[in-house]
């Protein structure tokens, strides 16, 4: 072992020993992290005032640190307490469960009896039933000695795991420090695009970073923070991105860069690694998880060997060990070093990697790919909604334990309908309905104290609306008038459903998500968000919570002028009561710069209806001009044939929605595309919900207007033309339609190396 000790704490320290038999994903009803919180105060609060809580612990053995906090103990009792809460039967905690729960009890155990020189102690779990409000008691009594032989049993299987670990990060950065980088030189704006990134870990700051197409963000981001992991003690590099390309151009990124010390794991939603996908989650049902703890310690032993662990290896690996790939995934992200994932991992309510981060107090540097995204992944991941044609549907299927709760809920929610306006389609109200919340919760205790007595009693759609429901509160739990919404939709019965009532969608939208993420950004060390379009800088920082010391920098484009022809057309207006007028002249457009210049270009416009107006007038008035076009709900199949049509010998115009699938993230480079039209400003959809966001944007920030609609409109309209210049060698012609182009506002968030003409 090397002279750096190894710190662990209890709980991953057991987790790692002690876990034993099946991978048991079933769900069964347990406590939220708040209602397990309240229970543990609620036992504590018995315990008499000699009582000691949160007793903080620690010891050694041999280079191995153990730390930890026991969760109550008794001295005059000589009683140490491990607390577990549940709810429903007791009988129901899986037995691989209980085990883990005794031997964390022993390690406390044993660090107390060394800690106070005791020469026994008695040994408790306390199962707090918190519906209940019960406690159940198993009780061991132990010697200090035989405690002793267990923590040091214990820390003896853990012990060669960790001198490994100690020795792959001492190998790591090492390693990390002789990084070159691996080309001759650096891109036009990518030196100074890494040494901020650099200084951003080395000073513990947020970076946000507008570096153009073409600078080579994704190496010139990572190849600073694989220098830094020495330099500045970091333990992890998490790599988050909005959409799957993202996550290969990391991969690739890390190949080039070549360092073989360096452990990168790939994580996929399970949905696209599950081997079974007609099979349940745990032992009697999948081959997979039947004894997944037994086999792990063989296959994460493998996957730690291995240099790149992306989707394609770990399933390798995986299966060679009868294991299941995704929940494998799972447990190298605590032993990786480079994790490229989903912003989700890190930045939704029940983000893994942030959990852990926590949990393990790890230094983190995080970059986020393409950080324009996250302000409506982030309204997404802090919204919910109920639909009531849905649950209609679901309670006729409801057990009939649970039919009375139901109706009830039912009664309430009509009579919240009853009470909104009769003549309106979609009301707006500044707080969440609390008596049909009142019911809710209710109801989803109900269902949760049923499925704790019958854990695989209800239909999938059922289990789906109570998920649902749960989602729904703990956004309610966070509703506040000042960045949330309620809006209420009526909808007719879903066609083919029957039945003839109308109703209502409730959802709790988020608007503003900067006070959720901001305590994500601050759990990090260091935080880097980069992308082609992050103007202007302030927006940014505003919606997404950025810390006041964050530093903003655009970075020089490695493309010119000469490279792109841009044309603004002042004489056509795309707005909404225009767009009949405008159609044959944009259809003439198109047909007169294929006829100058025959090659591929694609066409965007603001809505499938005015893209399928202009296709059909080109069609018709100029079927010399070759097309396709992009359809609603197109699969990924239809989406690559789309993106297939565009090649090197072939010559036409593809029609797409800007913001859509086309409008970013997809490299069409040389004459796979030389031109792109964009007929329209990209401004959302006005409507009372974007005018309700509209209107608080402008009491928090003074900026209403700009930040409801014209800057997320221009970003997608720089976005999609961007898919013009890919390479140095490119070149190009954007034709950019609508009259306001030309005005000064507009055009200063246009990026300056287009030299748009006068």
């Known amino acids: 072992m090397t002279d750096t000790t190894y710190t662990v704490s209890v709980r991953a320290l057991c987790e790692f020993t002690a876990k034993r038999g099946d991978l048991d994903m079933r769900f069964t009803p347990s406590p939220s992290a708040r209602e397990g919180m ?37 001295p005059e009792q000589g009683r140490l307490e491990e607390i577990k809460t549940f709810r429903g039967n007791l009988n129901l905690i ?109 000073t513990g700051r947020c970076l946000l970073a507008e570096a153009p197409t073409g600078t080579g ?84 032993q493998a996957a730690a060997r291995e240099r790149c662990l992306d989707q394609a290896r770990v399933r390798d690996i995986a299966l060679a060990h009868d294991l299941c790939p995704y929940y494998l995934s799972q447990e190298m992200a605590r032993w990786s070093d480079v994790i490229i994932g989903d912003y989700n991992y890190y930045f939704d309510q029940s983000a893994m990697l942030y959990a852990l981060t926590q949990t393990h107090q790890w230094r983190t540097a995080l970059l986020v790919d393409e950080a324009h995204n996250l302000i409506e992944r982030a309204r997404s991941m802090y919204s919910a909604a109920l639909d009531q044609h849905r649950f209609r549907r679901t309670k006729k299927q409801a057990p009939k334990a649970l ?38 919760q209710l109801t989803a205790a109900a269902i949760t104290d049923y ?128 767009r009949a007028r405008s159609i044959a002249p944009i259809a003439h457009l198109i047909a007169e710069q294929y006829e100058q210049q025959p090659g591929n270009y694609l066409a965007f416009f603001s809505s499938y209806d005015y893209l399928q107006q202009v296709h059909e007038h080109l069609r018709d008035h100029h079927p010399e001009v070759p097309t396709w076009a992009q359809e609603r709900k197109m699969n990924e199949a239809a989406r690559a044939d789309f993106l297939a049509a565009f090649n090197e010998r072939s010559s036409g115009v593809g029609f797409a929605v800007l913001g859509g699938a086309f409008g970013e993230g997809i490299d069409l480079p040389g004459k796979r595309l030389i031109g792109a039209f964009v007929a329209t400003l990209g401004l959302p959809q006005m409507n009372p919900i974007n005018n309700e966001l509209k209107q608080r944007l402008e009491e928090q920030f003074g900026q209403g207007y700009d930040y409801a609609y014209l800057y997320p409109g221009l970003r997608k309209v720089v976005q999609a033309a961007g898919r013009v210049i890919r390479g140095e060698d490119d070149t190009g012609v954007i034709h ?6 030309a005005q000064p506002r507009i055009r200063r968030l246009l990026p300056e190396w287009w030299a748009l003409e006068r």
């Not at 959720?516 to 202007?536: C, D, I």
């Open 38 to 74: 309240e229970g543990h105060l609620w036992v504590t609060r018995r315990r008499p005032d000699h009582y000691r809580a949160e007793v903080t612990l620690k010891g050694e053995y041999q280079n191995l640190t153990v730390r930890g906090r026991a969760d109550g103990y008794d």
């Open 451 to 578: 499925l704790a007595e019958h854990p695989f009693a209800l239909d999938s759609e059922l289990m789906q609306f109570y998920f649902d429901a749960l989602q729904f509160l703990r956004i309610a739990e966070l509703f506040d008038q000042r960045d949330f919404l309620c809006d209420i939709e009526w909808r007719p019965p879903p066609s083919g459903k029957g039945g003839k009532r109308k109703g209502t969608v409730i959802q709790l939208r988020n608007l503003i998500p900067a006070a959720q993420l901001k305590p994500r950004f601050e759990g990090a060390h260091s935080a880097t968000l980069f992308s082609a379009t992050l103007n202007p800088a302030g927006y940014y920082c505003d919606l997404l919570g950025l810390p006041d010391t964050v530093v903003a920098m655009t970075m020089p484009s490695p493309f010119n002028a000469e490279q792109v022809t841009v044309h603004t057309h002042r004489n056509l207006s795309t707005r909404y009561h225009d």
């Open 736 to 741: 950019l339609i609508d009259d306001r182009f």
């Open 94 to 202: 899986p037995d691989n469960h209980r085990a883990l729960h005794w031997a964390q009890a022993k390690v406390y155990g044993a660090l107390l009896c060394a800690a106070q020189g005791l020469e026994s102690v008695e040994l408790a779990l306390v199962y707090f039933d918190i519906v209940r409000q019960e406690e159940h008691h198993l009780t061991e009594h132990w010697s200090a000695e035989d405690l002793k032989a267990e923590f040091e049993a214990q820390c003896d299987a853990f012990i060669l795991w960790a001198e490994q670990e100690l020795a792959h990060r001492e190998r790591r950065n090492l390693s990390a420090e002789e990084l070159q980088f691996p080309y001759h030189d650096f891109r036009s704006g990518q030196r100074p695009l890494a040494e901020a990134v650099y200084q951003s870990a080395a």
């Open 403 to 440: 039919k009375s709760r139901l109706e009830s809920l039912h009664r309430s929610w009509n009579e919240f309908n009853r009470a909104l306006p009769e003549e309106q389609d979609l009301v707006l109200q500044t707080e969440p309905p609390e008596p049909l919340i009142g019911q809710l």
């Open 217 to 300: 963000k994704t190496l010139g981001t990572l190849f600073p923070l694989i220098k830094a992991l020495s330099t500045q003690s970091l333990d992890k590099v998490f790599f988050l991105t909005a959409k799957t390309p993202g996550r290969q151009l990391a991969l690739d990124a890390l190949q080039t860069l070549d360092l073989p010390e360096l452990r990168t794991l790939e994580l996929v939603a399970r949905e696209k690694t599950c081997e079974h996908p007609d099979k349940a989650c745990h032992g009697d049902s999948c081959p997979l998880a039947k004894g997944f703890y037994d086999r792990l310690p063989e296959a994460r």
